[in-house]
């Protein structure tokens, strides 16, 4: 499994590109070896912070689905879920008043809490086999 971050920033929070990259790294470091279910291949996050007077033109979609396809043993193809995407607003107003070494936690702190999405019915229905409550115990037993 990997986790891809994708950033949305104002100009005045550059630096939290350049530490949602070592966040990103840290976090596929953790679970390169691990194995949370078949089904979940990919996890990409949206990461907007804008100063709130642009936060009208960014919206959090609701999250999105990528598919592969699978032949059984019957010859019938077989859609099934390899990845989801979505998106979070983080504070702008907290992050800017942070230091660049603060920003790395808080980064962490964001990214745990966004992953109660993966928990909500919708998604579980669509992940299918994906350990969500493993993969949250060992990212949370090495990173905080």
Known sequence: MEIFFGVQ?????DYISKAS????????SVIENSSYGSSLKKLHIGLICVAPEYRQFHTV??????Y?????EKGKLNKRVSGIEYEIFLDYD?????DR???KAKLI??????????ES????????????DKFKVDLSAKLK
């Open 9 to 13: 920033i104002s100009d005045k929070a």
């Open 21 to 28: 990259i070592q966040v990103q790294d840290l976090v596929n």
């Open 61 to 66: 979609r609701k999250p999105r689905y990528s």
């Open 68 to 72: 592969e396809t699978m032949t059984d």
């Open 94 to 98: 907290s992050y800017i008043e942070l």
């Open 101 to 103: 070494d603060s920003v």
């Open 109 to 118: 702190a964001d990214f745990f809490s966004s992953l109660d999405i993966l």
């Open 121 to 132: 019915d919708a998604v579980k229905k669509k992940i299918g086999n994906f350990d969500v």
